[in-house]
């Protein structure tokens, strides 16, 4: 009985040790449920975590993409705008090129066709002077056809007036005064000639003054044009090589900027309100900068601006000190050629006055021989003693002036037409001999050049440049210009000595004998020819009269 009562109570307790384990057990199960729902809700949170951070990151990721994409469209039309910048440069530079190019050949096409009108002036002026050079020589060599005729016809008349010598004294006489008529009408004739060839050339210097005149001036106004051209195009590279420069500066600052604020939203990635303020921020830096490029930028182009006045300034003063000073050229240009066609219009007047002297003296000795021969025909068969020759003038200021003009045109000689023989002036005489392959000119006494009418002759041949200015190339027959009239005086011009003219003797008077004794003969002593009358008229020479 006590054993089943002391089974009963162990039933009991362990009934309840069970109870108690199955408790603890269900706890220990729902602790184990709680910790497993602890453990899955942390690693739920943990993968809402990483999946907010990813999340984060790939918004990051495609921020900067877009970042990169837009700063590669704005590179694109950076790289686009510059292109075309260059591109329409480039052809500007080509169209300026070409205008330059077609304004140079009109230039080159221009000077030529100067240069060949210059050269068939000069050509036709040399035809021209050849041309009366041979009507002088032909018209002398008649006038001494008809002179020698003339004489051949008075010794005749002489042998045939022997015997009838009272009755054709009259006959004689009309016909010295003929002969002195139309030695004065051929005097005339040339004083006509000599003053048409002042006329033409006087003409022919005014038409090509103006032709210079006009030429210096459409000249002038091409170098303006051009010159104006030079400065718009160096004006504009400039303009486009500062706005280059501001263009490159501007896009240095974009991308420090775009760096900036792509470093400031990779280090505040997390922070998007902290992010938010600084974009803010960046866009009031953006705007300050685009005010402050704004305004350097327009400092830029007043700066630009006033520079492209000073610079226009500058070339209008350049420009208008060119003109001047080839309008100074042109008008000291003129000056020596009006010098030198007023020299060689003296010198044509002079020779002229010599021509017409000689005629006279030619005239009043025919007159003289048929006169004697119908008074005498033994004396008039008497030859005249000869006379002195008379020795050409030299180095006169005439003669010195013209040559300096001509070799003035023909580029030998580069000082003032002064009438002086300068040292400059002997030099290119020697350069003008050089070049022609002569030793040396000729020399007057004390070894000086001597300008004569004979060189100054061959000088106004010439025609076009025969010396050359520069550095002659080996073998070549070129000579150094003189330098400008250095105005050394030189020994003063002296004349070879001109014979000093005779006086006329007076004629003995022919004694008239009774009737049967013959006359005496007459013995006439011919007067040496006057002295060529001086520039601007003259006694005539003298006639001597005979008496009876």
């Not at 590179?75 to 052809?91: F, N």
């Not at 070049?435 to 004569?452: I, R």
């Not at 030189?490 to 004629?507: E, N």
């Amino acid at each position: 009985m006590n054993a089943r009562r002391s089974r009963r109570p162990n039933k009991k307790v362990e009934e309840a040790e069970r109870k108690k384990a199955q408790e603890a057990a269900r706890l220990a199960k729902l602790e184990q449920e709680r910790a497993e729902a602890e453990r899955k809700k942390a690693e739920e949170l943990a993968r809402r975590q990483q999946e907010e951070a990813a999340r984060l990151a790939e918004a990051e990721r495609r921020k900067a993409e877009e970042a990169e994409r837009l700063a590669a469209i704005e590179r694109k039309k950076a790289e686009e705008a510059e292109r075309k910048r260059v591109e329409e440069a480039a052809r500007r530079e080509r169209e300026e090129a070409a205008r330059l190019a077609e304004a140079e050949r009109r230039k080159t096409e221009e000077a030529g066709r100067l240069a060949k009108a210059e050269q068939e002036r000069l050509e036709a002026e040399r035809k021209k002077a050849e041309e009366l050079a041979r009507k002088q020589q032909e018209e002398a060599a008649r006038l001494a056809e008809a002179e020698r005729k003339k004489a051949e016809e008075a010794t005749r008349l002489a042998k045939l007036e022997q015997e009838r010598v009272a009755a054709e004294r009259a006959k004689a006489e009309e016909l010295a005064r003929r002969q002195q008529e139309e030695a004065a009408q051929l005097a005339e004739i040339e004083r006509k000639k000599a003053e048409e060839a002042a006329r033409l050339a006087a003409l022919e210097r005014d038409r090509a003054e103006q032709a210079r005149r006009a030429e210096a001036e459409r000249l002038a106004r091409l170098e303006q044009e051009r010159a104006e051209a030079e400065r718009r195009r160096v004006a504009e590279e400039q303009a486009e090589r500062q706005r280059r420069d501001e263009a490159e500066r501007v896009a240095a600052e974009q991308r420090k900027a775009e760096e900036a604020r792509l470093a400031a939203a990779a280090v505040e990635a997390e922070r998007l309100k902290a992010e938010a303020t600084a974009q803010a921020e960046q866009a009031a830096r953006a705007e300050a900068a685009a005010k402050a490029e704004a305004a350097e930028r327009e400092a830029v182009a007043l700066r630009q601006r006033a520079e492209a006045e000073r610079i226009a300034r500058l070339e209008q003063d350049r420009l208008e000190a060119e003109r001047k000073a080839v309008e100074i050229a042109a008008a000291r240009k003129a000056a020596d050629e009006a010098a030198a066609a007023e020299a060689a219009r003296a010198e044509a007047t002079r020779l002229a006055q010599e021509e017409r002297a000689k005629a006279d003296a030619e005239a009043a000795k025919q007159s003289q021989v048929v006169a004697l021969a119908a008074i005498d025909p033994a004396a008039a068969a008497t030859p005249a003693p000869p006379s002195a020759p008379v020795e050409p003038a030299f180095n006169t200021p005439e003669l010195v002036r013209a040559a300096q003009a001509e070799l003035k045109r023909i580029g030998c000689y580069g000082g003032s037409v002064s009438g002086r023989l300068t040292n400059s002036t002997e030099r290119a005489l020697g350069a003008y001999a050089k070049v022609k392959g002569k030793a040396e000119g000729e020399k007057a006494e004390g070894g000086k050049a001597a300008v004569t009418a004979a060189l100054v002759d061959e000088l106004k041949g010439q025609a076009g440049a025969v010396c050359v200015v520069e550095a002659p190339a080996p073998k070549a027959k070129t000579a150094r210009l003189p330098a400008a009239d250095d105005d050394e005086d030189v020994a003063p011009v002296r004349r070879r000595p001109t014979p000093a003219p005779a006086k006329p003797r007076p004629l003995p008077t022919v004694e008239r004998a009774p009737r049967p004794a013959p006359a005496a003969p007459v013995r006439v002593v011919q007067p040496r020819p006057a002295p060529a009358a001086p520039a601007g008229g003259g006694r005539k020479p003298f006639v001597p009269m005979i008496g009876n």
